[in-house]
């Protein structure tokens, strides 16, 4: 009789146990996601930390140029459980490519229009967090466990946080400058436009054309002194010349595309780049 009412208790241990969630695995927990560029890496990793999370691309990597070959196909298609993509590139077609190697990949494209260049997808702080909003959804509609999708929900709001600080701070940095009559930038990259919705009046001399006799003159007078490029070393001839001969400056921004793997043994991340990046724009915009 004993030995029945601990056999009872048990069972009725192990129903409460189950009801109470112990056993709610999540189907996602080990999993291993395989991302793109370093943004969407990063969002992943603030948002879901039970999975593996890797790039395709290596560290240092021109991702525009970039190739896979069948042989890492064919291995990432094996060992990915989710793909996550900016479907607006030629990333599209790699995920093409794992689905059929294996159809049971789950892909997730975050990506939406863009108005300057693909960049500005994370580089404006509000377009990151609108691919991380679309993240949160996706790996909560994937995962088996309520308590996992507490946890993701939960992650995001805390990256949500962080975002919309740089976010202010960003606008803030903006209006100081327009107060100032220094709210004036000049760049030399499509995707850096995006600055324009924050406040700044930007000049987008990217294209030749652009480079008219009368921002010659600005650089001559230093009406304006700086250029945002995304490369010192890849400029055009026109940026070049107003280097050389009107004294322009150039100013490289990190687009973030890839970490280096000085920028990954340093533990940099999103926000200490973006904060860096609004450090230099604060200098130039309010010295």
């Keep these: 009789m004993k030995k029945k009412i601990i056999y009872l208790l048990l069972i009725a241990l192990i129903t409460l146990t189950c009801a109470t969630g112990c056993f709610d695995q999540d189907e996602l927990e080990g999993s291993h996601i395989t991302t793109t560029v370093y943004p969407i890496e990063y969002i992943v990793t603030r948002l879901y930390t039970n999975g593996d999370v890797t790039s395709i691309y290596p560290n240092d990597t021109d991702v525009t140029n970039y190739k896979l070959t069948d042989k890492q196909i064919n291995d990432i298609s094996k060992s990915t459980t989710i793909f996550i993509y900016n479907g607006t590139t030629d ?5 093409k490519a794992l689905v059929n190697k294996n159809n049971n990949l789950q892909i997730i494209d975050p990506s939406f229009n863009y108005k300057y260049g693909v960049e500005e997808l994370w580089l404006s702080p509000n377009n990151l967090l609108t691919m991380a909003d679309t993240i949160k959804m996706k790996l909560k509609e994937l995962s088996t466990s309520k308590y996992a999708a507490e946890e993701i929900e939960k992650n995001y ?3 949500e946080e962080d975002i919309s600080t740089l976010d202010a701070n960003l606008r803030n940095i903006a ?3 327009k107060n100032n009559n220094k709210g004036t930038i000049v760049i030399a990259y499509d995707s850096f436009g995006f600055l324009e919705k924050y406040g700044f ?3 987008n001399i990217s294209s030749e054309s652009n480079i008219t006799t009368s921002i010659k003159n600005k650089f001559k007078d230093k009406t304006y002194k700086q250029i945002f490029v995304a490369d010192k070393n890849n400029v055009s001839d026109s940026v070049k010349d107003l280097v050389d001969n009107y004294g322009a400056e150039l100013i490289e921004i990190n687009t973030m595309d890839t970490l280096t793997e000085e920028e990954r043994s ?3 991340n ?3 780049i973006m904060n860096d990046f609004l450090n230099t724009l604060s200098n130039i915009v309010l010295s």
Excluded at 91 to 95: D, G, N
């Design 91 to 95: 990333e599209k077609e790699i995920a």
């Design 157 to 159: 709001a805390l990256l």
């Design 175 to 177: 209006k100081s400058a």
């Design 201 to 203: 009046d930007v000049i």
């Design 266 to 268: 340093n533990n940099d």
């Design 270 to 272: 999103y926000l200490t």
